[in-house]
């Protein structure tokens, strides 16, 4: 008993020791994920000629175990977050949402998840069907972003 309240004040420093660590706050972060709208295809194009970047669309269902590993594990990536929140309009658009409709068939989309890179006019640059990782959506992000550039 003689060493409870040693026990307890040591106890206490070692949270207050751990207390001290500075809480990172995510809005200071650099690994933010990718910061999507939700909306339709004419909002995005609106935001895209006002912004004059190009537009990146990420169609998803709720039913799609493809589209929730995305969410989980690359729209979340850092680095994508970055890229895509400093040069691109990004949008998600929810297949069942009604006003997705013409954008769906504007594109072809049958499976989800699909990621079409578009311009100004919401015209398709470059289109990706199915499960991507964080790597190989920051190269098809950069192959967009080159395309968009050539037609400035």
Known sequence: ???FPTAILL???CCCQSSNTPA???QNSPDLPIDFRSGTLDEAVELSRKEE?????AFHA???PPCK???????VDGT??????S??????????????KESIRKFGITNYPTLVFADQHGDNLLTSAGYIDAAQLLRYGREALADFEKLQ
Do not use: H, Q, T
């Not at 994508?80 to 929140?85: P, T």
């Not at 040069?87 to 997705?100: L, M, T, W």
């Open 1 to 3: 008993m003689k060493n």
């Open 11 to 13: 106890l206490l420093f």
């Open 24 to 26: 990172v706050s995510k």
């Open 53 to 57: 970047k190009p537009i990146f669309l």
């Open 62 to 64: 709720s039913w799609c």
């Open 69 to 75: 590993e995305m969410d989980a594990k690359v729209y």
């Open 80 to 85: 994508a977050g970055e890229f895509f929140n």
């Open 87 to 100: 040069s691109f309009i990004n949008f998600k658009i929810d297949a069942r949402d009604p006003g997705a």
